[in-house]
């Protein structure tokens, strides 16, 4: 498929790879937005969250649990971090490849209105 995260899977495109197993490959964004940014795609090819079903249930619960692992071994677990699920047109999605964000490194700020 001309998926470009399934040619990242596939070993057809080259990335900074943190950790990758049957289930999914986690890499360093090529645009990082943070001074860690790493992403958590599944080797399935589900389009967006919007294109999950009951059947990922598994694989949405590794996504969450491989960026917790992502952010521990790139040293951000105790200041903390951010995990976003960009999705459709209004969120700013731009692979629809589902994908997990890992962002931190950095005081982040909040994204929902400050209280
Ligand atoms: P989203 O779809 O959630 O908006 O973000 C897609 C992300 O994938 C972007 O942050 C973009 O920088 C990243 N990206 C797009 N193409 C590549 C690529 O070929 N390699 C890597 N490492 N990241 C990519
Ligand atoms: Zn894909």
Redesign the pocket.
Known sequence: ?D????RI?RGEIPARTVFQDEHLIAFDDIHPAAPVHVLIVPRK?ISSLAGASEEDVLLLGRMLLAARDVARARGIEDKGYRVVANTGEHGGQEVF?CHLHVLGGMPLGRILPPR
């Open positions: 498929m998926c470009v995260f399934c899977a090819h490849h």
